[in-house]
């Protein structure tokens, strides 16, 4: 059976301190780690985007993760208006931005976008190894 976890993140820089953050402990928890560091990079991008570009001011992002079987799901929901498309460039090489999206699809194993009547959640699925094993040799 799935679980899952979710945290809303207000419209701040040090939001996505803090949903990096979650992402880690939330691995930890479940006793996943071995994806941790593409996970992470992800949930940094996605929030950063989330906030520069689809959190209006005095809204948050929500950031959820959903463990099934063998495949973590990570997603960031905001609730802008901001239409995304994963098949185009944001941006030229010579540009100073726009390398977020396409480096985080480079890490997952899928990803994709969500539109919603208002906002839309983007999301990255990982597929990721059995339980670690704990300390006292048990897994959790």
Request: hydrophobic fraction near 35%; aromatic fraction near 4%.
């Amino acid at each position: 059976m799935p679980v899952s976890r979710q945290r809303r993140f207000p419209r701040s820089r040090a939001s996505v301190r803090d949903a990096r953050a979650f992402v880690r402990q939330t691995l930890s928890d479940w006793g996943r780690t071995d994806r941790t560091d593409d996970l992470t990079l992800c949930v940094s991008e996605l929030a950063t985007n989330a906030l520069l570009h689809g959190a209006p001011p005095g809204r948050e992002y929500c950031v959820s993760l959903t463990l099934d079987d063998s495949v973590i799901r990570l997603a960031v929901r905001d609730s802008g208006d901001r239409h995304l498309d994963l098949d185009r460039p944001e941006s030229g090489p010579e540009a100073c931005s726009g390398r977020g999206l396409p480096l985080a699809r480079e890490v997952a194993d899928d990803m994709g976008v969500t539109e919603h009547v208002v906002g839309k959640t983007v999301w990255a699925a990982f597929k990721s190894a059995p339980p670690t094993e704990s300390p006292g040799g048990s897994a959790r």
